[in-house]
């Protein structure tokens, strides 16, 4: 049992190319959500979906995409990679009322 | 505007040196509080949840308390492997689409346990 699965761990980008993070989760959870992490700020929601077919903005969207594929998959895109954009990214899945999240190992991905 | 703060942000103890971690809130309508502990490197790993003021939940040497406007997470004579960043969240109502819950975090207190 897998859990959550995040690809890829590490990432370097340059300025303005783009690039998709996968994620897939094996619970059969109806909600998956991407979060940033960066020093000092905690954890911050860039997008969710609380079910499949369903996507909403959450604290940071703006620069990222997101496409929930199936149950499963969850994945996050930058289309145009910006150093601000640096940081941590986790992947969660949850039941409906997200009373209990799992995470991904994350992708630390850096924008130069 | 919801808030969780979390203190202090770090705390280093010797072992068996028993101390508290806070997170205070603002937050309208809470729905429930959760804990975390996050190892370097790795994802959050659950630990609790709460869900009213007055409710305590416990695991081996970790105690999670709420109040209306607080949870404190003691740590009972703590080990080195309970070394770790421990994150606070709290559960608020989302926009009407679909039936997902957004957490907001805190900061975290990174926690070292000394041998």
């Known amino acids: 049992n897998a859990g959550v699965t995040q690809t890829p761990k590490f990432q370097v980008l340059k300025t303005g190319q783009s690039m998709t993070l996968q994620c897939a989760q094996d619970?059969?959870?109806?909600?998956m959500y991407w979060y940033r992490q960066d020093p000092g700020m905690g954890l911050r929601l860039i997008y969710y979906?609380?079910?499949?077919?369903?996507?909403d903005k959450g604290e940071v969207p703006n620069g990222y995409n997101v496409s929930r594929l199936n149950k499963r998959e969850f994945s996050l895109r930058l289309e145009s990679a910006a150093p601000s954009q640096t940081s941590v990214y986790f992947c969660?899945?949850?039941?409906?009322?997200?009373?209990?999240?799992?995470f991904g190992q994350g992708t630390r991905l850096t924008v130069v | 505007e919801d808030q969780v703060t979390q203190s202090p942000e770090a705390l280093r103890l010797q072992e068996g040196e028993s101390s508290s971690l806070n997170c205070s809130y603002t937050v309208s309508g809470l729905r429930g509080l959760f804990w975390y502990r996050q190892d370097p490197g790795k994802g959050p790993e659950f630990l609790f949840t709460l869900y009213s003021a007055g409710e305590e939940k416990e695991k081996e040497r970790l105690k999670a308390t709420l109040t209306k406007k607080e949870s404190f997470l003691h740590i009972t004579a703590p080990k080195p492997e309970d070394s770790a960043t421990y994150l606070c969240a709290v559960q608020v109502g989302g926009p009407s689409s679909g039936s997902a819950r957004q957490l907001t975090f805190g900061s975290g207190t990174q926690l070292t346990v000394l041998p």
């Open positions: 969660a899945s949850a039941t409906v009322w997200n009373t209990e999240a799992f």
């Open positions: 979906s609380a079910s499949e077919g369903t996507t």
């Open positions: 619970m059969n959870h109806n909600s």
